[in-house]
């Protein structure tokens, strides 16, 4: 069953932020991850505006994304987000109909 993450990231350094951006990708395909969005054009739709930024990543199930998250790959990104962003990521399994 796949898994998706999901982070709220509130971006404080741009510049900075883009070896972030860089370096992601590489974990995330590793662990066979696929971004479906990476911090788009969005509306808010109903409560409180949303104002950070909103990256959705499938994964193919819960064990891959816990291995990405916790990987050496991820945590150079990780290092590199330092000081420039502060984020929220949740995994969650995902839904396959019957």
Not at 13 to 26: F, S, W
Not at 34 to 46: K, S
Not at 56 to 67: H, I, T
Request: charged share 30%; net charge negative; glycine share 10%.
């Amino acid at each position: 069953m796949p898994a998706y993450m999901v982070a709220r990231i509130n971006v404080k350094d741009p510049v900075q932020y883009e070896q972030y951006k860089a370096l992601a990708p590489i974990a995330i395909k590793k662990f066979g991850g696929e971004y479906m969005t990476r911090g788009g054009e969005m509306e808010t739709l109903e409560g409180p505006e949303e104002t950070l930024r909103v990256v959705l990543v499938k994964f193919p199930g819960m064990d891959e994304a816990r291995a990405f998250y916790d990987s050496p790959e991820y945590k150079k990104a990780r290092d590199a987000r330092e000081g420039a962003a502060e984020g929220q990521f949740v995994i969650l399994d995902g839904f396959t109909p019957e």
